[in-house]
């Protein structure tokens, strides 16, 4: 079912099994440059072709984000960090062994090929391969690699359900899939596997205990 909002598409998709006629739609506009609204794990996402300078500049515009603020990008397997990064260190290899797909966002040594807004300068990138069937279908069609920044105005809550949506951001948009409401909450763990050994930055829906318990260690700080 499709219904309007002003000049705003917003498409209903079954959360669990999403039409392929739904995720294609959403495809062609990320590949066009377009920015769009999906579900993520716990909460909605704006989404947009992470290779495409021009792109990843509309969602910074649309979040009110600051450019040293680099953004975190969804893969629909482990061989698409081919394309991101210059090296997957055994400890993140027996992470996302663990914990993909699902609530961990792990950040690597970026390609140097990489547009510099996606990363903000930082020589890194933030990848995550998402658990919702939705964004994982949506991941899997672009067959490159997509933002997932929350649909938020920068300092401001996320929204775990369409209506929440702030007005700034919703008008900017060029679709929304509406997947219904979302667990809310945190948002994933970022683990640095750039380190010796990896680093918690941000603890979040998977406890840093249970990564640490995997790689045979506790957190170094």
Avoid at 198 to 208: F, N, Q
Wanted: hydrophobic share 45%.
């Amino acid at each position: 079912m499709i219904k309007k909002q002003k000049s705003l598409k917003i498409i209903q998709v079954d959360p669990f099994n999403p039409s392929h006629d739904q995720i294609l739609e959403a495809y062609r506009i990320v590949q066009n440059g377009g920015v769009i609204m999906f579900p993520t794990q716990h909460l909605y996402g704006l989404g947009a072709a992470a290779l495409n300078i021009k792109a990843v500049d509309r969602v910074f515009e649309i979040k009110q984000r600051p450019h040293n603020k680099p953004l975190l990008v969804l893969i629909h397997e482990q061989k698409d960090l081919t394309k991101l990064v210059e090296k997957i260190p055994s400890t993140a290899i027996r992470i996302m062994e663990c914990f993909w797909p699902g609530a961990l966002t792990i950040v690597f040594e970026a390609k140097k090929v990489l547009p510099k807004n996606l990363t903000a300068g930082t020589g890194k990138i933030g990848v995550r391969m998402p658990q919702h069937p939705v964004a994982l279908a949506l991941a899997k069609a672009l067959k490159s690699p997509i933002t997932a920044t929350s649909a938020n105005i920068t300092g401001n809550s996320g929204c775990s359900q369409v209506s929440d949506v702030d007005p700034l951001i919703a008008d900017k948009l060029d679709l929304i899939l509406d997947a219904g409401p979302l667990k809310g909450g945190i948002g994933s763990t970022v683990v640095d596997v750039t380190h010796d050994f990896p680093k918690i930055l941000r603890e979040g829906a998977i406890p840093a205990k249970d990564i640490f318990a995997v790689l045979g260690g506790t957190d170094t700080g």
